[in-house]
């Protein structure tokens, strides 16, 4: 057992995944982490052909519900996710929130292959390379394991090509 900042808390598996969740989370939330984690995770170390160095845990928290909207932050480092939600949205269970859960879980695991490889991973250079390979093996994953449609999957790059165009 450990201790997070909501309790006492254990960690529970799915797949080669250990996630800990925090136990206001809703249920909805609880199961698209538990279930794109597990799929992504286990999509990443074949398609890659590379284990990650270190356990994988995933750390889920929120609060902040009696707030407007949904605030997300989060990021990854040394085999560990680590997501934080805020606002009253995060109750909302919706197709929309779920599948941008799905993404952000598919984004976050990515940048960890992205630092598992042997040179040391991409640099910091030119982030929009790390950030863009990170979506794109993310689109990669959620499509392979069924967790997104390739009709989801082409109207999220449609949004994508949108924006860039109107940046310029």
């Known amino acids: 057992r450990g201790y997070a900042y909501f309790g006492p808390a254990r960690s529970v598996r799915s797949g ?6 925090d136990p206001a989370a809703p ?7 538990l279930d794109a984690g597990s799929k992504l ?11 990650l160095r270190d356990e994988l845990l ?21 085999g560990q996710l680590s997501y934080r939600f805020d606002g009253s949205s995060t109750l909302n269970d919706h ?3 779920r599948e941008t859960m799905a993404r952000l879980v598919g ?4 940048h960890l292959w992205q630092m598992n490889l042997a040179r040391g991973g991409v640099g910091e250079n030119d982030p929009w390379i790390h950030e863009g390979g990170a979506d794109a093996m993310a689109l990669d ?7 997104w449609s390739q009709d989801a999957v082409t109207a999220y790059n449609k949004r994508q090509w949108a924006t860039c165009d109107k940046l310029g």
Do not use: N
């Open 58 to 78: 995933v750390m889920l928290s929120v609060s902040g519900f009696d707030a407007e909207g949904l605030s997300i932050k989060g990021g990854a480092v040394m």
């Open 27 to 33: 249920a909805w939330m609880r199961e698209i982490f």
């Open 95 to 97: 197709p929309i929130y």
């Open 16 to 21: 080669a995944t250990q996630f800990l969740i």
């Open 107 to 110: 984004h976050e695991l990515a």
């Open 41 to 51: 995770s286990a999509y990443y170390e074949t398609a890659y052909r590379r284990p």
């Open 141 to 147: 994953g959620l499509l392979q394991t069924g967790l």
